[in-house]
């Protein structure tokens, strides 16, 4: 999954292990993928963003405020997009 996004909740800094867990795991990914992922902190309940959402993944985490939402666009599509354009 190629992620643009990760909105983690702000009370996440109340479970400090879990954050830097997920910050560790971004900066990994950033590598991996060769893009920036810039971490939006949002004040509102993971449940009332994930009425847009196509999937969702239930990883049965119970640490306190451990939810995340993770965007990505359709990556696969996009590299489509510029192999075919890319030889015109």
């Known amino acids: 999954m190629f992620v643009n996004v ?10 400090p292990q879990i954050l830097t867990a997920l910050l560790e795991h ?14 939006e902190y949002i004040s ?4 009332k963003m994930s009425h847009e959402s196509k999937a969702i ?7 306190p405020y451990a939810n995340v939402i993770l965007v990505s666009v359709c990556h696969f599509r996009t590299m489509l997009w510029n192999e075919k354009h890319s030889k015109n």
């Open 6 to 15: 990760p909105f983690l909740r702000k009370k996440l800094n109340k479970n």
């Open 26 to 39: 971004l900066a990994e990914l950033k590598n991996i993928q060769g893009n920036n992922i810039p971490v």
């Open 44 to 47: 509102t309940t993971i449940s």
């Open 57 to 63: 993944v239930c990883s049965g985490e119970c640490s």
